[in-house]
């Protein structure tokens, strides 16, 4: 049986459809959002003022075509990330953690996957962690 999946992104901000991610970084931390448009251009004329008074770090725009350094290209990157929020969702509910099937995942939801997969790299990223047994 064929299936379609359709990914509609909603703003973080006020619920409505969004039409593009957001990445920024600040104090080094790397963040995304999920914007209409409205809602993005409010976010690059908010800072502006700061960007345009800022050293610029060694890096490249994500979008030098356009001028606009904050906008995600769309297609496979956005096709990524939405199939690794995913998996995160679906390790998430079958660790017994509470999380949505739409919006933001939680730090420390990330947190306890991302430190499930250092921990085990070749498991079923699905799966709940096996329990390990002392040897003795």
Not at 26 to 36: A, M, W
Not at 64 to 69: D, I, M, S
Not at 100 to 120: N, Q, Y
Request: glycine letters at 6%.
């Amino acid at each position: 049986m064929a299936q379609r999946t359709r990914v509609e992104l909603i703003d973080d901000i006020d619920g409505r459809r969004a039409d593009e991610t957001v990445d920024f970084i600040l104090d080094g931390v790397s963040y995304e959002i999920d914007l209409s448009k409205e809602n993005a251009e409010t976010l690059r004329e908010e800072l502006r003022a700061y960007i345009e008074n800022a050293r610029r770090q060694a890096g490249r725009k994500l979008r030098a075509t356009t001028g606009k350094a904050f906008r995600r290209t769309p297609g496979a990157q956005l096709a990524a990330a939405r199939e690794r929020n995913q998996r995160i969702r679906t390790w998430a509910k079958a660790n017994d953690f509470y999380v949505s099937d739409i919006g933001r995942i939680p730090d420390r939801i990330l947190a306890a996957f991302e430190k499930h997969e250092a921990e085990e790299p070749g498991a079923d990223k699905s799966s709940k962690p096996r329990s390990r047994k002392r040897a003795g």
